[in-house]
């Protein structure tokens, strides 16, 4: 596992932004929640996501031809999948205190929103997997995963 203080102070602020706007958006801003996010953005998103996106390097090395940038797009696709982003939901649940909200209605609404932005998602992963440079793969991807914030934290309320 590679250890990039870049990434990590990248994420923590990047995807503590988006969950941050998310929650003013429906007016669930706490501090708790703030921090929790930017703690988990600077940690285990910043170091996952970077080694995906090597591995899918490794996997389906950056080159001309529709079927492998395809590949290597569904592969980011297949990561954020609907239990990537449960677990995205469940971290906003308890960092906001919202234990009793916890249950396995989560990966229901994880699985609607899923499939519901399936094409804007994937036309996103296709964008940063193919036309962002490695070192900046990872910053691309939070800033996605940002506005993808609001957007799992709106469809938690509006998919339930």
Do not use: C
């Not at 970077?50 to 395809?70: C, E, K, M, N």
């Amino acid at each position: 596992m590679e250890i990039q203080l870049r990434n990590h102070l990248r994420g923590l602020v990047i995807y503590a932004a988006g969950d941050t706007a998310a929650a003013l958006l429906l007016h669930q801003f706490s501090w708790g929640r703030l921090g929790g996010m930017a703690l988990v953005g600077g940690t285990l998103y910043s170091l996952e996501v970077p080694a995906y996106f090597r591995w899918i390097d490794r996997q389906v090395p950056p080159a001309p031809g529709l079927r492998r940038r395809l590949t290597r797009a569904a592969l980011s696709l297949l990561y954020f999948n609907p239990l990537w982003i449960a677990r995205h939901l469940l971290f906003i649940k308890l960092f906001s205190g919202l234990w009793q909200e916890v249950s396995w209605g989560l990966l229901a609404v994880a699985g609607r929103s899923f499939l519901l932005n399936i094409p804007v998602s994937f036309t996103a992963n296709y964008l940063i997997q193919n036309h962002v440079s490695a070192r900046w793969r990872f910053v691309a991807s939070a800033l996605f995963s940002g506005l993808m914030a609001v957007y799992y934290a709106l469809s938690a309320v509006w998919l339930t």
